[in-house]
């Protein structure tokens, strides 16, 4: 299956956040769960606390900051996909939402924003 060059490199960047992730500690639960029109790229989980992650890659910085291209539409759809995941796994501990921005260029920029949104 031939992928287009934007969903390569949200693919790329999707590997390295699991890559990032799991040096930090973090256990991978799932990758891209689906419910409905929305997607989460990422839930993982740090003690008692499970993360809903959203990566954001860009090639460049040219059109600004990764991380500022999460729309307001987009976490309403984030939080109705986990709570949907919440539900259906009966999850009673913390959870927060975190946001990995990556820039690929000579070198790979990774920011982790922890508590992103609400």
């Known amino acids: ?5 934007t969903k390569q490199t949200g693919n790329r960047g999707e590997d390295q956040a699991v890559e990032w992730l799991q040096s930090k500690g973090f256990e991978i639960v799932t990758r891209n769960f689906r419910y409905k029109r929305a997607e989460i790229d990422l839930i993982v989980r740090k003690d008692a606390c ?4 959203e990566v954001k890659t860009r090639s460049s910085t040219e059109f600004g900051e990764p991380e500022t291209f999460v729309s307001s539409t987009q976490r309403n759809q984030i939080h109705a996909a986990a709570d949907e995941y919440i539900h259906n796994t009966n999850w009673l501990h913390d959870i927060r939402f975190d946001i990995i921005a990556i820039t690929l260029g000579n070198s790979i920029e990774l920011v982790h924003i922890e508590d992103a949104f609400y």
């Open 1 to 5: 299956m031939k992928y287009s060059k």
């Open 50 to 53: 499970l993360i809903f992650v």
